[in-house]
């Protein structure tokens, strides 16, 4: 089956420990989304690619960092993780334009210890 | 900025009608979409609309009127499993670039026997 595949779903990093998120698709769209998800609150956009084209929203920490090295992966780097940053991790894919909404992934529920 | 409300909680009955409301200010519109989450999961897309007026599909409608800025997500005969987050999300673009969908933070239902 098509779909959006994360890894790991549990993600346990030490305080100030680079971690990388993964973000795998299967459905050949062309733009990939990173959200991040505290409890009870929205999911927050803090980038995404159209195609290559690279889009960072204003209010994303400089901390978080993403790559896109084809169009069926993409990672979230964030540097130097502190508590503030435990929180699920959605990655999405959607087809510019369509109407079917986003696809999500199962999502990378981080702890930062 | 952009805003979007919805209630925070809601309860209803097993078999009952629920309708849970969202207005939106946003600087762009493209679309309106909602979408469940189960408590550790991911969004799961619902409905979409693009145009003023109800789309039904099955047990869920969703309702939306862009003069006023409002969208509802009507959910019939109620059952035990539609207890979940409900998220109300608007498409862009916001600010020119391409489009994006921000959320709101989610109606929380809680069905009861």
Not at chain 2, 50 to 63: A, H, I, P, T, Y
Request: contains cysteine; proline residues 4%; hydrophobic residues 30%.
């Amino acid at each position: 089956d098509a779909m959006v595949i994360q890894n790991p779903r549990y993600q346990v990093t030490q305080f100030g420990k680079p971690v990388t998120l993964s973000c795998s698709q299967t459905l050949n769209h062309n733009v990939m989304y990173w959200y991040q998800q505290k409890s009870s609150q929205a999911p927050k956009l803090l980038f995404h690619y159209y195609d290559k084209d690279f889009n960072n929203e204003a209010d994303t920490p400089d901390n978080f960092q993403s790559r896109r090295p084809n169009t069926s992966f993409c990672f979230l780097d964030i540097r130097s993780p502190g508590l503030g940053d435990a929180a699920m991790y959605l990655c999405a894919t959607s087809r510019e334009g369509g109407t079917d909404g986003y696809t999500f992934g199962s999502g990378t529920r981080l702890t930062v210890v | 900025g952009q805003n979007i409300d919805q209630p925070t909680e809601m309860t209803a009955t097993e078999g009952a009608i629920v309708q849970i409301n969202c207005t939106y200010q946003t600087s762009g519109f493209n679309g309106l979409f909602w979408y469940q989450q189960h408590a550790g999961e991911a969004p799961t897309f619902l409905s979409y609309n693009v145009l003023d007026g109800l789309e039904e599909k099955g047990r869920f409608s969703s309702f939306l009127s862009r003069s006023k800025g409002y969208s509802y997500l009507l959910l019939k005969e109620l059952q035990m499993k539609d207890s979940a987050s409900y998220l109300c999300a608007v498409r862009g673009p916001f600010s020119g670039g391409y489009n994006k969908l921000i959320f709101g933070a989610g109606t929380r239902l809680a069905v009861h026997p």
